[in-house]
């Protein structure tokens, strides 16, 4: 795991959430969330259900628009510029650019119903990004053998488990070479026993250098892979430190409530 650097000092951020509020009609879902992401660091988002986990994911990568508040991917800000002091929504093209850098894995596969696994994982790279049809297939096998699906590479969603949807998901993520890997819950869909192959093929993601966040329940994960955990309440952020210090002794009494919940 990367080493956490000491608080206040700069360090290579690819990721840079400030001030940022999100309302979704009367319900003020994020109020003010403030998180920072080196380059390779492994975060987890822990939090009860409505606490503002998923939509901070949805407003990275601006599927969700922000009310309020900066965020940036990498030094780019993503949904809005700033002109004149004033911020104005970028243009889709713009926004459709910046998200080809953020890889998301999804709760629910989100895969092609209509595709095999291989042109799942080939499709971004080809018709998004102008790789040669050759080249993107020849990735795409790579990455399927990579998630230990070499041999399903013909085989169509609905043949697979779930399990294995969500490790072509991965895959699919990775095939357009992300700078940051985000995963929203992605085991709370599976039956527990199909839970751990998708968390070892997680784990060698990080592995290999990765930013990623990743929403989750799985403590355990967080407490193996990640180097900080921030845990969210109520749309804001209660607790923000090295995984092993806020999941072992946290500093806050709704984070302990929630840990002795969930473990």
């Known amino acids: 795991m990367t080493q956490t650097a000491p608080a206040g000092i700069a360090t290579d951020t690819m990721l840079r959430i400030d001030g ?67 911020l104005y929504e970028q243009s889709e093209r713009r926004v459709a650019k910046a998200r080809q850098h953020i890889g998301m894995v999804f709760q629910h596969f989100n895969l092609f119903g209509h595709m095999t696994a291989l042109d799942n994982v080939t499709y971004g790279p080809a018709r998004i990004l102008g790789r040669p049809r050759k080249d993107a297939v020849a990735h795409a096998r790579q990455l399927l053998a990579k998630v230990g699906l070499a041999e399903k590479e013909g085989s169509y969603p609905s043949q697979l488990s779930g399990g294995q949807q969500q490790r072509v998901a991965i895959a699919r993520a990775l095939a357009m070479e992300p700078r940051l890997m985000m995963f929203d819950e992605p085991t709370s869909a599976l039956d527990p026993e199909l839970v751990g192959e998708v968390l070892q093929t997680m784990k060698q993601v990080a592995e290999e250098g990765m930013t990623m966040i990743v929403v989750t329940h799985e403590v355990g994960f967080a407490r193996e892979v990640a180097d900080r955990v921030v845990f969210m309440d109520q749309g804001r952020v209660l607790e923000d430190g090295p995984a092993r210090e806020v999941l072992d002794n946290p500093q806050h009494e709704r984070t302990a409530a929630f840990l002795r919940r969930v473990h």
């Open 20 to 86: 940022v509020h999100k309302w979704l009609g009367h319900l003020h879902v994020l109020r003010g969330v403030d998180i920072q992401v080196r380059t390779g660091e492994i975060v987890c988002i822990l939090g009860p259900s409505g606490s503002g986990k998923s939509t901070l994911l949805r407003c990275i990568n601006h599927l969700d628009p922000v009310d309020g508040g900066v965020i940036e991917v990498n030094g780019e800000r993503i949904g809005h510029e700033l002109h004149g002091g004033q």
